[in-house]
């Protein structure tokens, strides 16, 4: 798709009449894909999913993450042309917010897996429990925050494992610009005595048609403690398809 093509659809979804406002769902769930193919002088290939669901119950909130990413380049090596996984990753998270007496008062859980291949640990996994709070939520916009204490098990990949308490904190705001379109950006930061892991991911999704929207993101993944060789951020810059199943 040209860039002229893609600004028009951002710009149409952005300032379109607005529609009838609809009820507030107890369960929704997007499906995202992006998949990129390159041939000729540069032969890549590589393709991204993620599954995002929210569960609004009497006393409990609930969300659900499933995100995988992989890509495979065509290098030369030794004079032929071999290819090679350069990037392969699986990230699963889950949080449960039991209400309080003020609904927006919450504890929260959370519970966190991710698994790259390329980076400077083979996993990290995430335990942790606390506070929430819903600062607010209109037809405009929505912030919500959690903080609290929590554990965190890793392994690098030398084989050396990294388990230590930390202190997690997070954050996710949401604009509805129209009935059309929407900005979020999300914040996390988990510090611990070995490593501190920050991800944050700002994205513009532009309705198409239907329940079929168009999703531009970048998205950040930082960690202070890596071995030599290693950068400590990784960042992805995409434009995905996303499907509201409910």
Known sequence: MKLHAFSSIIAFSLFAAP???????????????????????????SASAALNATQELESWSNTYVVKGLYKKDTVESDGEEVERTTAQKFFASAQGNYKLENPDHRLFGFASYEDDRFSNFKYQSTLAAGWSQKVWEDDKSSFEYSIGPGYSFSKTQDDESQNNAIARASMGYIWNISETAKFTQAVSTEIGSDNTKSRAETALTAQIAGNLSMKFSIKFDHNTDVAPGIEKLDTETAVTLVYSFF
């Open 19 to 45: 529609t009838i406002a609809e009820e507030k769902k107890d369960f929704t769930m997007d499906g995202e894909f992006g998949f990129i193919v390159t041939t000729g002088n540069t032969e890549t290939s």
